[in-house]
């Protein structure tokens, strides 16, 4: 649905890493390889994206820059290393490797940025459908919470919480799956039924951050509020 939209299944997958990791940076090769994408693939969309203006970029260097000049940095690597030419040359190559080093961020200062990223964590909907309906083939599941980029909600601990017994090789396939769907890493826990049961009598200070955020709560065996 989304690839249909948005023209291109690649820009789906670079926009959920994006939209639903806004305050993290990333460099071309590493999408190419997290998302299994080509590299010309990801080169193009996000030159293109940037155009758009939903995706800044930038490089290691700038951040690293107290004045805002490399030569600063050469200076201050020189008197470092005073007396060992070999060493000094190699270090001018490597800051000025690191200055080519592109990254990009998602501009939240976009003006359609929040209703790109709405649709964008509306979507998931879809597959937190699909994923309930494999869940019962992993085991028994007394509570399921779905949170964090599911809920478009940054201050949840997790994107996802599983209470109940489970077959753990199938369900950390059917996460890895779903991560491979969404184009994103998902954050989850899983307990026991008794251990949360003990952590909701102590007050467990993590599990109630859980419960307390904004979420949804889709199989509830344990009558959580």
Same mark, same amino acid.
């Given at each position: 649905?989304?690839?249909?939209?948005?023209?291109?299944?690649?820009?789906?997958?670079?926009?959920?890493?994006?939209?639903?990791?806004?305050?993290?940076?990333?460099?071309?090769?590493?999408?190419?390889?997290?998302?299994?994408?080509?590299?010309?693939?990801?080169?193009?969309?996000?030159?293109?994206?940037?155009?758009?203006?939903?995706?800044?970029?930038?490089?290691?260097?700038?951040?690293?820059?107290?004045?805002?000049?490399?030569?600063?940095?050469?200076?201050?690597?020189?008197?470092?290393?005073?007396?060992?030419?070999?060493?000094?040359?190699?270090?001018?190559? @490597?800051? $000025? !490797? *690191? =200055?080519? +080093?592109?990254?990009?961020? %998602?501009?939240?200062?976009?003006?359609?940025?929040? /209703?790109?990223?709405?649709?964008?964590?509306?979507?998931?909907?879809?597959?937190?459908?699909?994923?309930? @309906?494999? $869940? !019962? *083939? =992993?085991? +028994?599941?007394?509570?399921? %919470?779905?949170?964090?980029?599911?809920?478009?909600? /940054?201050?949840?601990?997790?994107?996802?919480?599983?209470?109940?017994?489970?077959?753990?090789?199938?369900?950390?396939? $059917?996460?890895?799956?779903?991560?491979?769907?969404?184009?994103?890493?998902?954050?989850?826990?899983?307990?026991?039924?008794?251990?949360?049961?003990?952590?909701?009598?102590?007050?467990?200070?993590?599990?109630?951050?859980?419960?307390?955020?904004?979420?949804?709560?889709?199989?509830?065996?344990?009558?959580?509020?």
């Amino acid at each position: 649905m989304l690839g249909h939209l948005f023209g291109s299944k690649s820009r789906v997958k670079i926009l959920k890493l994006f939209l639903l990791h806004p305050e993290d940076k990333y460099y071309i090769r590493q999408i190419a390889r997290d998302l299994g994408l080509q590299i010309n693939s990801v080169r193009r969309e996000l030159e293109n994206l940037e155009d758009f203006g939903l995706l800044v970029s930038g490089s290691e260097l700038e951040q690293e820059q107290v004045g805002g000049d490399v030569v600063e940095i050469l200076q201050e690597t020189a008197q470092k290393t005073k007396g060992k030419k070999s060493t000094l040359k190699g270090t001018k190559k @490597e800051t $000025l !490797a *690191k =200055a080519e +080093k592109k990254y990009f961020k %998602v501009n939240k200062n976009f003006v359609l940025y929040r /209703e790109i990223r709405d649709l964008i964590v509306r979507a998931q909907i879809l597959y937190e459908k699909d994923f309930i @309906e494999k $869940l !019962a *083939k =992993a085991g +028994k599941t007394k509570l399921l %919470v779905f949170s964090a980029i599911f809920v478009n909600n /940054e201050n949840s601990p997790v994107d996802l919480f599983l209470v109940g017994r489970f077959n753990k090789s199938k369900l950390f396939k $059917l996460i890895a799956d779903l991560e491979k769907e969404l184009g994103c890493e998902i954050n989850f826990t899983v307990m026991e039924t008794q251990e949360f049961k003990y952590r909701r009598d102590i007050t467990d200070v993590f599990l109630y951050e859980i419960l307390e955020n904004k979420k949804i709560m889709v199989i509830n065996e344990l009558d959580v509020a």
